[in-house]
T-cell receptor, first 117, second 116 residues
């Protein structure tokens, strides 16, 4: 079974600064997906960014980028130019690359991101 | 595109009654849907995988007789909490995989269940 570990229960950053959220995972599989989801107080799950394990290039989405280290099984999220709207719970998640799309996500425990104005 | 609608958004019921939660994919076909449970200030825990036209697959420790799942069509899965008790109070979220698109999971807005 796969596990996902987020070692930072809470992080705080000044508005406009950069923050990095860490995530490590454990798996014996060679091909899989990794995600970062944002959950604001509304509790809606919002996909921030995703990475396919077979791709060496780190994914980026505007101010959000990842540092994917496959050998180290590390998948950190960097948020640049932090904005007040970035405040939320952030979950790192793992998904196998199944043949039939059957596997659900395994989530880490989450990191509560606070943005200081 | 890829909208998932979950209904109701919140529900209060009395102990011993049953509650049905619906998860619909509005603009795509979803052969697989997933049901998660989230306690306050905790992460999402996968409860079961719902496959259209077949029995759901439950995660270890989830009572299949208490949490009935039906996936009768390519756009609808339902979760019924039977004989609800206060300890079943939680936030339930569904997600769906677009047919032939393995990667992204699209989430519903969740249902807050309170059992009194």
């Amino acid at each position: 079974a796969q596990t996902v570990t987020q070692s930072q229960p809470e992080m705080s950053v000044q508005e406009a600064e950069t923050v990095t959220l860490s995530c490590t995972y454990d798996t014996s599989e060679s091909d899989y997906y990794l995600f970062w989801y944002k959950q604001p107080p509304s509790r809606q799950m919002i996909l921030v960014i995703r990475q396919e394990a077979y791709k060496q290039q780190n994914a980026t989405e505007n101010r959000f980028s990842v540092n994917f280290q496959k050998a180290a099984k590390s998948f950190s999220l960097k948020i640049s130019d932090s904005q007040l709207g970035d405040a939320a719970m952030y979950f790192c998640a793992y998904r196998s690359r199944p043949g039939g799309g059957a596997d659900g996500l395994t989530f880490g425990k989450g990191t509560h991101l606070i943005i200081q104005p | 595109g890829a909208v998932v609608s979950q209904h109701p958004s919140w529900v209060i019921c009395k102990s011993g009654t049953s509650v049905k939660i619906e998860c619909r994919s509005l603009d795509f076909q979803a052969t697989t849907m997933f049901w998660y449970r989230q306690f306050p200030k905790q992460s999402l825990m996968l409860m079961a995988t719902s496959n259209e036209g077949s029995k759901a697959t439950y995660e270890q420790g989830v009572e299949k007789d208490k949490f009935l799942i039906n996936h009768a069509s390519l756009t609808l899965s339902t979760l019924t909490v039977t004989s609800a008790h206060p300890e079943d109070s939680s936030f339930y979220i569904c997600s769906a995989v677009r047919y032939r698109d393995n990667s992204p999971l699209h989430f519903g807005n969740g249902t807050r269940l309170t059992v009194t």
